[in-house]
């Protein structure tokens, strides 16, 4: 078996239009969350991390592609145009692509949008992809909710080692919308201030909108300096509730034993937890659960839902790009919001940036539908 890279990347982001950049504000606690005052979205003011669009627009036209995009598709052609001229690697039949995302182009519903309706089908976000950036294969369109960033990087895993493609690059992303702010709210899970993952004072999710882009090649003159190796992953669904999480925190627990077993190493080698910390009641309490039943309640963990919000089908592969970052720079982020425990179980949780030799991460996620996904990554040797 081939060993798989996770490599070159890209976050579009309130925090910067480049994942350095990004890091660098969380490196700094600097949240991209804002107060956000816009009543054709929701009708009382909320927390929420917005991209720019005019800044965006300036960054898109610089690369002088032509035709009419969405706000979306302008984030995600923006972020993977990137990853593939860092690269360098062409567009064969071997390149292959997948997109992320829960809710696609889900604007143009809206009665003022002057895009066609028909736009809104996830496969036409797949092929305006395809086409602007000139992949030769069909895009393959992950939408499996909050795990889609996370398991695209598993499935891409899958596609090389079974010798579809030598190569895969991922791009994922979301947007705050109506439709989906307004969801989150009729489930009474927003937050009326920035989240506060794990804490006892926790009150809901801020949503956020970003793009994050990666390489997953089997090519080891392919790799960034802050390269990883996608040691393994596993999923698994634990059929509780439509929302709900296992109160049990099974389904977690069977993915992130799954990516061990794959990995041949042992719990003990696990550095440091990128989790998926929603700052729900049901989600931290769950994730505290799963990873005292694993052992892994004193690995240093945190959630960066805190300076992005919950990024929906992208927030897997983004915090999975700061979590490369984080080994490569040997530095744990603080998981920001949190300062009192709120969950059952005990959990190392971050609350300041530090200094430690890393080798190993976790990144797991769960999301609606009862989906869980783990992966397991490693600096390159």
């Given at each position: ?272 937890i990128s989790a998926h910390g929603t700052a729900t009641l049901f989600n931290d309490e769950t994730e505290a659960i799963a990873f005292n039943r694993l052992g892994l309640n004193k690995v240093p963990l945190n959630s960066l839902k805190g300076y992005f919000g919950h990024t929906l089908g992208a927030s ?66």
């Amino acid at each position: 078996m081939n060993k798989i890279y996770a490599s070159y990347n890209n976050i579009i982001s309130s925090l910067g239009f480049d994942s350095e950049s990004v890091v660098q504000n969380i490196h700094d606690q600097n949240s991209g969350l804002q107060l956000i005052e816009d009543k054709s979205i929701l009708s009382q003011p909320f927390y929420s991390s917005i991209i720019n669009k005019k800044d965006l627009l300036v960054n898109f036209n610089l690369l002088g592609i032509k035709g009419n995009f969405t706000h979306l598709e302008q984030m995600m052609i923006s972020s993977l145009s990137k990853v593939i001229s860092l690269s360098k690697i062409p567009l064969t039949n071997r390149a292959g692509l997948i997109i992320s995302t829960t809710k696609g182009n889900i604007d143009v519903l809206d009665k003022n949008s002057k895009f066609p309706k028909e736009r809104a089908y996830l496969s036409t976000l797949g092929q305006v992809i395809k086409e602007a950036l000139g992949f030769k294969k069909e895009a393959i369109v992950v939408s499996n909710a909050c795990v889609s960033g996370i398991l695209s990087i598993a499935i891409a895993k899958r596609y090389i080692n079974q010798g579809v493609y030598d190569n895969v690059f991922i791009v994922s992303g979301d947007i705050v919308t109506e439709f989906i702010v307004t969801g989150f709210n009729s489930f009474q899970a927003l937050s009326n201030e920035p989240c506060k993952p794990y804490d006892k004072n926790r009150s809901g999710v801020n949503i956020g909108e970003v793009a994050a882009s990666i390489l997953i090649t089997k090519d080891e003159n392919a790799l960034s300096k802050n390269a990883v190796v996608v040691l393994g992953e596993g999923s698994g669904n634990d059929a509780n509730h439509i929302s709900g999480p296992s109160r049990t925190g099974e389904g977690l627990c069977r993915s992130v034993k799954s990516a061990v077993n794959e990995s041949n190493l042992t719990f003990e080698n696990i550095d440091y937890i990128s989790a998926h910390g929603t700052a729900t009641l049901f989600n931290d309490e769950t994730e505290a659960i799963a990873f005292n039943r694993l052992g892994l309640n004193k690995v240093p963990l945190n959630s960066l839902k805190g300076y992005f919000g919950h990024t929906l089908g992208a927030s897997g592969l983004v915090e999975t790009i700061v979590g490369m970052h984080s080994l490569q720079n040997n530095t744990l982020y603080t998981s920001l919001g949190f300062s009192e425990p709120g969950v059952s179980k005990p959990l190392n949780i971050i609350t300041k940036t530090t200094s430690k030799k890393l080798d190993v991460f976790l990144k797991t996620a769960s999301g609606f539908g009862g989906c869980n996904t783990a992966v397991l990554f490693q600096k390159v040797k």
